[in-house]
């Protein structure tokens, strides 16, 4: 393939959708189990593509060169392939970016609550410190790498302000499940799930219900998409084109 998307299972992504409303080529969805990612790698055959779960990690060692922002996130969700040279890089950390300043949600000086440990949160929580928040907190549910369980999380942070999952729970086709109750998070102000199908998981409903500011991660998404499209084709494409992605998009579903 020239353009694309590699991850576990892809079946709920609307990167095609969306790559191809932004530039004038096929994105091809290319599923890989965890036997046959190495062999994809070590071939380079592709132009640029996105990364995702569980391999934004994972592609880091195929790597000739990897820019500093990713360097310093510890993943890649962009790999752009110059001359048989891959370059990483990662788009989340903008994507997110623009989610936390166009619904204007105040990340100074707060208390952070991320659900989640893999490579998207490792992008949010570069931004997350970068907007100064006041303290992070990681929840997973194997704790590791200074990440607490969620029952450390009921038990001593409830007066988390801002709650961020980026796990698959509640991702489509299982919609029927939330990663956390927030209904004890009395201090709880906005709630941002960066999973996009569906656009409102149990989580946002919960918030909503709450009258806490609920936040999909559709927005996120195109936007990463928007600046991993930079990178494919050296191009600048103006935000604006975000906004209007999205309101199509929130038209049609």
Not at 64 to 84: L, Q, W
Not at 128 to 138: D, F, H, S
Not at 186 to 204: F, G, H, M, Q, R
Request: proline content about 4%; some cysteine; aromatic content about 10%.
């Amino acid at each position: 393939m020239e353009y694309g998307l590699i991850g576990e299972k892809l079946g709920h992504s609307f990167s095609k959708e969306i790559h191809e409303k932004l530039a004038a080529y096929t994105y091809t969805l290319q599923p890989l189990t965890k036997q046959e990612f190495p062999a994809f790698m070590a071939s380079r055959d592709f132009k640029a593509i996105n990364v995702t779960i569980p391999y934004k990690q994972d592609v880091i060692p195929y790597l000739d060169e990897i820019d500093e922002n990713a360097k310093n996130i510890g993943a890649v969700n962009t790999i752009v392939n110059k001359e048989n040279k891959l370059i990483g890089h990662n788009t989340d950390f903008y994507g997110f970016l623009y989610t936390i300043e166009h619904n204007q949600i105040a990340i100074a000086d707060k208390k952070v609550i991320v659900l989640g440990n893999g490579g998207a949160s490792k992008a949010i929580i570069g931004v997350i410190k970068y907007l100064k928040a006041r303290e992070i907190i990681v929840v997973n549910r194997t704790p590791r790498d200074g990440t607490i369980t969620y029952e450390d999380c009921y038990k001593d942070h409830l007066d988390g302000e801002i709650i961020i999952n980026t796990t698959p729970v509640g991702m489509y086709p299982e919609t029927d499940s939330k990663p956390i109750d927030i209904r004890q998070f009395s201090k709880c102000e906005a709630v941002i799930d960066i999973i996009y199908n569906p656009l409102k998981t149990e989580l946002l409903l919960q918030a909503e219900s709450l009258s806490m500011k609920a936040v999909n991660g559709l927005e996120m998404l195109i936007a990463q998409a928007k600046y991993a499209v930079e990178y494919f084709l050296d191009i600048k494409i103006n935000d604006s084109v975000i906004e209007k992605i999205y309101k199509e998009w929130d038209c049609m579903n």
